[in-house]
């Protein structure tokens, strides 16, 4: 099993800035897939980035080009570098992990479903 928690989150005006944090605890953390996931008000939980233990990533088209995730793993601890906010990017963004054995196609690892273990979440709120 394992925890995560994570930070950084903020008020950032529109073409800004803020790097999120997730910090995992447990057992054979390279054994898990992470990822952030966000939920705006009224909106569904949506998947935002993942990351492999072998470092190969994946991205809601979204984000592409905007957002970097990464991940390491000596300190186990995963990463999301937002560049280019935008208005509709504020939401809550949690970090997310999943048994990386579960996630055999490609198509799970954009489900937000799939994800076992879930932090507290942290606000993002982009200014226009």
């Known amino acids: 099993q394992v925890q995560v928690v994570e930070s950084g989150g903020g008020l950032v005006q529109a073409g800004g800035s803020l790097r999120l944090s997730c910090a995992a605890s447990g057992r054979a953390f390279s054994s898990y897939v992470v990822g952030w996931c966000r939920q705006a008000p009224g909106k569904e939980r949506e998947f935002v980035a993942a990351?492999?233990?072998?470092?190969?990533?994946y991205y809601v088209d979204s984000v592409k080009g905007r957002f970097t995730i990464s991940r390491d793993n000596a300190k186990n601890t995963v990463y999301l570098q937002m560049n280019s906010l935008k208005p509709e990017d504020t939401a809550i963004y949690y970090c997310a992990a999943a048994t990386a054995s579960e996630l055999y196609n490609d198509s799970h690892y954009y489900n937000a479903a799939l994800y076992d273990y879930w932090g507290q979440g942290t606000q993002v709120t982009v200014s226009s």
């Open positions: 990351i492999r233990w072998s470092l190969r990533t």
